[in-house]
Structure formats: structure tokens, C-alpha cells
């Protein structure tokens, strides 16, 4: 197949106007350069030339198609309704179009999805204008698209069955340690299986709403915290305990690791603010949950007002509650402070964004 993208003298004839040759020469020119399909076009829109990446890319000989109307082009199968409306309509009204994307089947290849680029170009001293018109085979392209995106969905249903799978897993886990609990006779082991299954129980919950809220991935963090509170509040406030737990902050939208973190985090301060702040308060326990985030910089902060250090756990040296906050604060490249006192007890995870020096 000679695909040598030339002009062609028979049987037709380009004008012998010396503007309008000239004008046929240049767009040789262009086309010789190119290494995508492209075409130029006169008004009549007739085949003025034709780069080689054209004849070769649609099984094409440049003799064939020299001078033939676009419409006729492989024994008509370039008679496409889409491109009948870009060169009859868009084009002359607007000069120019970008991205036009056809779908077509062709004969020789099969249904091809086309990526049309067209526009009208003036030489000086010719009259009318050249139609240059780019086609872009993107099928292959579009095919690997729609195969990602099926591999997405696949990897969305596969990470909810194992989310399912988790979550009842640590169900089961929490519900083996609850019956060890009650059978032991030591109160001190009575109380580490307790303090274990009710750490079971809160990784559980981060997971369930940590996957609830990542559906369009970044994580809100304030209906996130908020449905995470409420699940730690109706496994852990009974109906005798005048305590409630609120979520506050403007908020702010985080990456998925950075929400576990700070989900875990949160349960374990609230746990154990449930478990040791209130143990002489009679009503009116409050725990409040603020987050607050600009740009990459975020604060998060767990408050009670039950009765201070001597009443809380989480904040004991050495204590296994302060090592895996701290520990969680690490990871997020946080800083921990804690402020504890007769009105209560707050812990605060700041986390500051590098400036450069």
C-alpha cells in the first residue's frame, strides 16, 4: 500500500489559482510532518491531502481518496452522521471544534471511537479557507477506561465483603472475651479482658463507619466521629448514667489513613473517659469531641469534665491508654498535650504542617 501522503493529479484537479496552490503546498507541508491522522480539506469538502498516519491507521490508499469528498472515503463508510454535523454545522459556524468524540463502525476495523479536532485555516492571499481535520483513534484508549473502572467496582465490592467479613470477625472476637470475662475468678483479669474487648469493640466501630464514609474518598471527619461517638455511646452509656457524648468543629476532609487514626484515637480517649472520669458524678457528664481543620493543619480534642488526673486513666504515666494514644499521635506526626484538673479532663492531638525554611 503506498501511503506517501501526495496529492493526486487524476482524475482530480486542484486549482490552478497561484494562491490556492500555494495554499495546497503548505498544507502538504504540514501534513508531511505529522505523525497523526490528519486531513485537510477544502470547502467542497474534498481531500486536499492526507498525512500518512491516516492511510495507515484506517487501511487506506492515498491514491483512493486524493480529491474524493470526506463523506465517500472507504467506499463510504466515512459517511458518519457525527462528522457530517461537525464539518455542515459546527464549523462554519464557529470555526473551530475540540474533542468532538464519535463512535462509528468501520468495514475494514470495526466499531472505532473517534476523537475529532477540526478547524478552518486561511492563508494569506487564498480564498476560501482549508478545513484541518485530526482524528484520534482512542478505542483502545476508552477500552482500558471501562476495564478500569470495572476493576474499580470489583475492588469496592471486594473490600465491602471483607469490611463485612472484619467486622463480624471482631464481633465474635469481642463476644469470646466477654464470656472468658465472666468466668474468671481474678478481678484484675476480670478487668484487663473487660478493658480488651471493649478495645475490640471500638477498632470494630472505627471500621464500620470508616468505610460508611469513604465513598468518594476523603473522609468527612465530623459525621464520621459523630456516627462513631453514638455507636461507642449505645454499647457503653446505660440508661442510669446521666452522660452524653457531642461532636464538635467547623471539621474538615481527610485522607482515609489519617481518619483511622484519628477515629482510633477518639475511642480510646472517650472509652476511657466513659470507664474512669465519671465515677463519682452523679449527672450531668459530658464529653466533647472537637475537630478542627485548615488546609493540611488539624486539631483534635477530647474533653470531660469528670474530675481530673486522679480519676483518669487515660492520662496515668505509663498507663497502656497513654501508649497507644501517643503511639497513634506518632504515626500522624502529632503532638499530644494533656491538660487535667479538678473540672476535668482534655486531651489535645495537633498536627502542624512543615513550612520550609
Known amino acids: 500500500m503506498d501511503t506517501r501522503a501526495t496529492t493526486k493529479e487524476k482524475p482530480w484537479q486542484p486549482s490552478h489559482d497561484a494562491a490556492a496552490e500555494a495554499a495546497i503546498v503548505v498544507a502538504q507541508g504540514i501534513v508531511d510532518t505529522i505523525r497523526e491522522p490528519l486531513l485537510v480539506l477544502d470547502q467542497g469538502l474534498r481531500l486536499v491531502a492526507a498525512s500518512r498516519a491516516f492511510c495507515t491507521t484506517f487501511n487506506l490508499d492515498i491514491d483512493d481518496i486524493l480529491g474524493k469528498p470526506v463523506y465517500e472515503l472507504g467506499n463510504g463508510e466515512w459517511n458518519i452522521p457525527q462528522l457530517r454535523l461537525l464539518l455542515g454545522r459546527i464549523i462554519p459556524e464557529q470555526g473551530a471544534m475540540e474533542n468532538y ?48 473502572a470495572r476493576l474499580l467496582r470489583l475492588k469496592d465490592a471486594l473490600l465491602d465483603e471483607l469490611n ?12 469470646i472475651i466477654s464470656i472468658k470475662a465472666r468466668k474468671v475468678t481474678s478481678d484484675e483479669a476480670r478487668r484487663h479482658l473487660e478493658e480488651t474487648r471493649d478495645r475490640v469493640i471500638s477498632v470494630a466501630a472505627v471500621q464500620k463507619y470508616l468505610h460508611a464514609s469513604t465513598a468518594g474518598g476523603a473522609v468527612a471527619l465530623i459525621p464520621f466521629l459523630s456516627n462513631l461517638c453514638k455507636a461507642i455511646s449505645g454499647s457503653m452509656i446505660g440508661d442510669d448514667q446521666a452522660i452524653s457524648i457531642e461532636v464538635r468543629g467547623a471539621g474538615g ?16 480517649l472517650v472509652i476511657n473517659s466513659l470507664k474512669h472520669a465519671f465515677v463519682d458524678v452523679a449527672k450531668g457528664g ?42 497513634l499521635a506518632h504515626q500522624l506526626n502529632a503532638r499530644v498535650v494533656t491538660k487535667s484538673g479538678p473540672e476535668g479532663t482534655s486531651v489535645s492531638i495537633a498536627h502542624h504542617a512543615v513550612k520550609a525554611v
Do not use: C
Open 101 to 148: 468524540e464519535v463512535e462509528h463502525d468501520l468495514r475494514s476495523l470495526g466499531r472505532r471511537t473517534m476523537l475529532l479536532n477540526a478547524r478552518e485555516v486561511y492563508y494569506e492571499g487564498a480564498s476560501p479557507a482549508n478545513i484541518f481535520l485530526s482524528i484520534e483513534d482512542v478505542t483502545g484508549k476508552r477500552h482500558l477506561e471501562r476495564e478500569n
Open 164 to 175: 463485612h467479613r472484619v467486622a463480624n470477625s471482631l464481633q465474635i472476637i469481642a463476644s
Open 253 to 268: 476532609n481527610v485522607d482515609r489513613s489519617t481518619a483511622e487514626g484519628l477515629g482510633s484515637i477518639v475511642a480510646e
Open 286 to 327: 459530658l464529653i466533647v469531641v472537637t475537630f478542627d481543620a485548615v488546609e493540611t493543619e488539624w486539631t483534635l480534642s477530647v474533653s470531660d469534665n469528670g474530675g481530673g488526673k486522679q480519676k483518669h486513666a487515660i492520662v496515668a504515666e505509663g498507663g497502656l491508654g497513654t501508649g497507644i494514644v501517643a503511639a
